[in-house]
């Protein structure tokens, strides 16, 4: 089934992504991928500026001395591991295939969504799919 797709490039690695209208809701990144480490980078962000604030500060002080206080109260304690100071890793190259595509093909260019992988079709949109306008409620003039 051809679905309408919109192109556009991911707002964090700019690789151009293909999305289905099914899967569209807004989408600006490639991949949960992206969108994870861009959720990660700004709630980082949002940790340093609380953590430079008074209140951050104090709290974090607070938290540090309630940590402090039940580390004191542990009597024993476990020795570390001991480590062999030669170990050997096994490490197994990692399998690449490729497609090749001839590059003589009679075919048109044939889409799929990156999201779910259905059959998207040739023409591409740039914008948005506008909502159908909501109804005016009617204005009373006194």
Known sequence: MCRSARLYNCVRCHCQVIIC?????????????????????KQRKACQRYQS???GRHLHALRQRHYRQR???KVTHQGSPRLVPYDLLIVEPKRVTTHQKS?????TSTFYCHFCGCRCHERLRWAFLHQQPRQSLPVHTF
Do not use: L, P, V
Request: glycine share 6%.
């Open 21 to 41: 209208s099914h899967c569209d809701h807004g989408n600006s990144y490639c991949s949960g991928k992206c969108s994870a480490q861009s959720r990660q980078e």
């Open 53 to 55: 604030s008074s209140r």
């Open 71 to 73: 580390k004191k109260e």
């Open 103 to 107: 590059s003589f093909s009679t075919q």
